[in-house]
Nanobody, 126 residues
Framework: QVHLVESGGGLVQVGGSLRLSCVAS????????MGWFRQAPGKEREFVAA????????LYADSVKGRFTISRDNAKNTVYLQMNSLEPEDTAVYYC???????????????????WGQGTQVTVSS
């Protein structure tokens, strides 16, 4: 069983930055792709970013490309999401997730992820 815990959320002004962390326990993440998703009030959960098992490739939603960066430190069993130039539209609960496939390249598809964290709230004020 994999347990994912996100942290780093909070309240920030427009244009500010936050770095989210996702720490895994119960299984090493080094063989699995990881993703970040978010859900705003009244909206469906959506893809934000994904990273391959070795960090060699990344994917981003168009809405965050150029502002957000996903990275991982397999030695620490941790995945990060650096968020810069934050906008009110980025306000949401952010979730990290672990892909079910070994040596995965990362995917935008939520159904491909087996394990999810509890989420961390990000609020961007204007």
């Amino acid at each position: 069983q994999v347990h994912l815990v996100e942290s780093g959320g909070g309240l920030v002004q427009v244009g500010g930055s936050l770095r989210l962390s996702c720490v895994a326990s119960g299984r090493t993440l080094s063989d699995y792709g990881m993703g970040w998703f978010r859900q705003a009030p009244g909206k469906e959960r959506e893809f934000v970013a994904a990273i391959s098992w070795n960090g060699g490739s990344t994917l981003y939603a168009d809405s965050v490309k150029g502002r957000f960066t996903i990275s991982r430190d397999n030695a620490k069993n941790t995945v990060y999401l650096q968020m810069n130039s934050l906008e009110p539209e980025d306000t949401a609960v952010y979730y990290c997730a672990a892909d079910r496939a070994i040596l995965s390249a990362g995917t935008r598809t939520q159904a491909e992820y087996d394990y999810w964290g509890q989420g961390t709230q990000v609020t961007v004020s204007s």
